[in-house]
């Protein structure tokens, strides 16, 4: 009998369309039509003459919230993808940018929210005035810096970490830089990186409603965008229970159906891009990517891009041209200038750098006057009330935009605090600050300007970071010990990994604004010290940065060794210690690092907690910067970002980085 390979069947001529695409084109054009409707909804009027935005509480309103809320995020994760594969690649690529960018990436990261909006929403506003669109780009700015850090961490770690012999074997097969990238770095990097997107995805929603709910100077009150996390912001607000179930129930359809039709098929098709020699009997399975791999005009469509992909690449090849030696010998002296030389320019620029903040905050005369210290120009109105500010201006006390009244004001109003009137005494009385008979001494002092910072509010701030510090580590510490195992064992169970995936990634979208009311009303019915018991809030959204690494950490583990392990009889803490942990140290140093900086950048809605009139606050740095996050960047926020960054990069660099060298050094593949 004779056979023919491949069948006749195989190699005949197929149509262009199969009873698949029936269901994958509707789901496409759905997909499409549903970005046309969030995108239309965007464009509204908005300026000093245009009602605030707000949101209703009406549950028939939360399948369009969730659109907008979405595709906000979806945005935030493009542009996070392309700042990833720039910014970490050329990080990874140059060891003298290293320096700069990963401190930089450090710093950043620790950055809370708030202040990123008080920074750029005024600038977008400026760009599409009379839009609404500045405060939509303003608001996927700010889900983008809630995404970016982490991603852009994984893929530079997992540059750093390419096994030798792929390096090598990409030599030998004169690989030029470009195809090299995409052939081998790319490739090797991507279930890295795919869990680390998953996860900023999820942990976008943590911060959904610091970056749907935004204070616009000018404007009395804040501007809630349609959106989830401003229907969950404004439920807060009225205490409304229902409100948060329904928030609650929508997130969850919204997580299952993204992770069916987006995640869970690139998962699967992620696996071949897994190091290993022997391929593994489990593997992920997605019904979406059967269903688009089998739908022919979708198929058809997809392979269009694909011939001038594939020419580019040919194009950039090496040809007759020699390659370049892994190892390439520079002369030691010029190694040597070339570095002080670049470590100067570094120097000199932070030097600049630190000079413009130091005098956007202190002044030019740097918080000094005539030898003495300027003193602290207290703000009147600590709780920035509408109607205290009010009552202040019809005294003729000139103040801020953002409802400040500075001491300052209230002094030039008072003949330096020798002129009192009834209503300036009561107008005091009410803000809580100073007794009149103190005032004439404190005008007496030489003040800072209004809205700058004294050096004598340094060592408070100083120290509300030390809190803070104690905080973040010691939840940190807690999520290790429970998630890290938890990880090894979803990863070590790819059927499990599936079953568990949406619940992990609903778990990690949840916004902890949800949860917050609850510990709110506890801490105030037993009277518990918001210091400590507001403590664990600070991690609810980021512990879920460690999981998911040591989850792509595991799954990432080659089948042969997990099979050589299991040749030579390795069991319990003998296999842990030499397989698992040393597997997954690199992945535990990414997740360990973007959950520390995650956590310091939760502290800002962690620290201050309410529900409905109760507030409770914990003394620490982020309840500064919420404090003083009126709407525009003021030198009280640049204080409180500057502080926070550098406990973040000192903590890093002493800490994190050496636990990643260590990674680097001996526990890479190859």
Not at 319 to 345: F, S
């Amino acid at each position: 009998m004779k056979r023919t390979f491949p069948s006749l069947g195989a190699v005949s001529v197929r149509g262009y369309f199969s009873r698949w695409d029936l269901i994958a084109v509707p789901l496409i054009l759905g997909a499409l039509l549903m970005l046309a409707l969030a995108f239309q909804g965007s464009r509204e009027p908005f300026s000093a003459g245009t009602p605030d935005l707000t949101v209703s509480l009406d549950p028939r309103f939360l399948p369009y919230y969730g659109l907008r809320s979405f595709v906000r995020m979806l945005l935030a994760v493009c542009f996070s993808l392309l700042f990833t594969f720039t910014y970490a690649t050329l990080a990874a690529r140059s060891r003298r940018a290293e320096k700069v960018m990963i401190p930089v990436l450090d710093f950043l990261q620790s950055l809370p929210i708030l202040g990123f909006l008080t920074v750029t929403t005024t600038i977008f506003l400026g760009l599409f005035q009379g839009s609404a669109l500045g405060l939509e780009a303003a608001s996927i700015f700010a889900i983008f810096t809630s995404q970016v850090w982490n991603m852009a961490f994984s893929f530079y770690y997992s540059l750093t970490t390419i096994p030798g012999e792929l390096n090598e074997a990409a030599a030998q097969m004169r690989l030029s830089g470009w195809q090299k990238y995409w052939k081998l770095e790319v490739p090797f990097a991507t279930p890295s990186l795919l869990w680390n997107t998953m996860m900023s995805v999820s942990g976008g929603w943590f911060f959904v409603v610091a970056s749907e709910v935004i204070s616009v100077v000018g404007w009395d009150k804040s501007q809630f965008l349609p959106g989830i996390g401003a229907y969950i912001g404004r439920a807060i607000q009225e205490a409304d229970v229902p409100a948060m179930v329904y928030a609650g129930a929508t997130l969850l359809v919204i997580v299952l159906i993204y992770d069916q039709l987006l995640f869970r098929p690139i998962v699967a098709w992620a696996e071949k891009f897994k190091f290993e020699q022997s391929e593994s009997a489990d593997t992920a399975q997605s019904w979406m990517l059967t269903l688009m791999q089998r739908a022919r005009l979708v198929q058809a469509l997809g392979k269009l891009p694909a011939a001038g992909w594939e020419r580019l690449s040919l194009s950039t090849s090496r040809k007759n041209r020699p390659g370049r030696p892994l190892e390439q010998a520079v002369p030691l002296g010029r190694q040597r200038v070339q570095d002080r030389g670049w470590n100067a320019v570094i120097v000199m620029t932070t030097a600049g750098l630190l000079y413009l903040l130091a005098t956007f905050m202190f002044g030019h005369s740097l918080g000094v006057r005539s030898g003495r210290l300027l003193g602290p120009n207290v703000n009147f109105n600590s709780r920035f009330d509408p109607a205290l500010t009010q009552r202040f201006r019809a005294l003729n006390v000139q103040v801020g935009a953002d409802q400040t009244v500075w001491l300052s004001s209230v002094c030039s109003a008072s003949q330096g605090g020798r002129q009192v009137s009834d209503g300036l005494s009561a107008a005091m009385t009410q803000a809580g600050i100073l007794k009149n008979e103190t005032l004439s001494r404190r005008c007496a002092a030489h003040l800072a300007a209004p809205g700058q910072v004294s050096l004598a509010e340094l060592p408070a701030v100083f120290g509300l970071g030390l809190m803070t510090l104690l905080r973040v580590m010691v939840m940190i510490v807690v999520a290790t010990l429970i998630w890290v195992p938890v990880g090894v064992w979803i990863g070590l169970n790819p059927r499990v990994a599936q079953t568990v995936q949406p619940l992990a990634q609903f778990l990690a979208a949840f916004p902890a604004n949800l949860i917050f009311p609850v510990f709110v009303v506890l801490i105030a019915r037993f009277h518990l010290s918001p210091n400590v018991f507001l403590s664990p809030l600070i991690v609810l959204g980021t512990q879920w940065y460690i999981l998911f690494n040591v989850i792509a950490g595991t799954i990432a583990i080659p089948t042969d060794l997990k099979e050589a392990a299991h040749v030579q009889g390795l069991r319990g803490w003998v296999y842990w210690r030499r397989l698992i942990l040393p597997s997954i140290f690199p992945a535990f140093v990414t997740g360990g690092i973007t959950a520390s900086g995650g956590s310091w950048n939760a502290s800002i809605v962690a620290e201050v907690a309410s529900w409905g009139a109760t507030t409770l606050s914990a003394a620490g740095l982020g309840a500064y910067i919420a404090h003083w996050s009126t709407g525009e960047f003021n030198p009280h926020v640049a204080l409180g970002m500057l502080v926070m960054g550098l406990f973040v990069l000192s903590f890093n660099r002493l800490f994190w980085r050496r636990l990643y060298t260590i990674a680097e050094e001996r526990y890479r593949l190859g």
